[in-house]
């Protein structure tokens, strides 16, 4: 199997073949965020990346097959987690680069495309899943690291604080149409900390052990 043949996400291949799939992912975007997911062709694709369509239907098949590879490209190249030293610093970090990423001209009509788009195509809704996983991969140690530090009860479930962040910016953005400023970002992070040093996101076994020891009221 030649590079140009293996399935979606599997490698990340150098020289010619490299060259043409981030034009690929590249035009791929583009349609995305100017026209979404429906209007999505692999010809267009094509013609916008300055390669052949058989070259786009023979590796990607796909617009989903597109998509896919287009989610694992922005996951791997998302920046890394910061690390402040304290868990407001860092969940502060996180969502600024979220309120960031969603209201960046290209990148928001972009992710509101594919989140539409999953919603009734299984193939990019799992694509978008392992997305957003990896996103909680990358960041969920920061909570970990605030409860080695004593600033949250042990046994906080590190990825729903980390869901509770982004979870009032996707909101606005998809729902409530309200600012998505810097300000909303602090209060969404300021919220998942107070409700994290709190213990709202110990998970259930650790809330009994903690209950035992005195660690929560």
């Not at 097959?65 to 860092?90: F, I, K, N, Q, W």
Request: proline share 5%; charged share 25%; glycine share 8%.
């Amino acid at each position: 199997m030649t590079a140009d043949e293996a399935p979606a996400g599997t490698l990340r291949p150098g020289g010619r073949t490299a060259r043409v799939r981030q034009a690929v992912l590249r035009a791929t975007g583009d349609v995305l965020a100017e026209k979404g997911f429906r209007h999505l062709d692999l010809g267009e694709v094509a013609e916008r990346a300055g390669v052949g369509k058989t070259t786009v239907y023979r590796r990607w098949g796909s617009a989903a097959g597109l998509v896919a590879e287009l989610l694992v490209e922005m996951a791997e190249d998302s920046l890394p987690r910061t690390d402040t030293g304290s868990l407001l610093g860092d969940l502060r970090a996180n969502a600024r680069l979220v309120q960031r990423t969603l209201t960046d001209p290209r990148q928001g009509p972009l992710f509101k495309a594919v989140i539409a788009a999953a919603s009734w195509d299984e193939r990019t809704a799992a694509a978008l899943h392992r997305f957003y996983d990896t996103r909680l991969q990358e960041w969920a140690p920061c909570v970990r690291q605030a409860a080695d530090r004593g600033e949250v009860p042990a046994g906080t479930d590190a990825r729903e604080v980390i869901r509770a962040v982004s979870a009032p910016l996707y909101h606005r953005l998809l729902l409530s149409g309200d600012p998505l400023d810097e300000a909303a970002a602090d209060r969404a992070a300021e919220a998942a900390a107070a409700a994290a040093r709190a213990g709202a996101y110990v998970v259930p076994a650790a809330r009994s052990a903690n209950s035992a020891t005195g660690h929560l009221s």
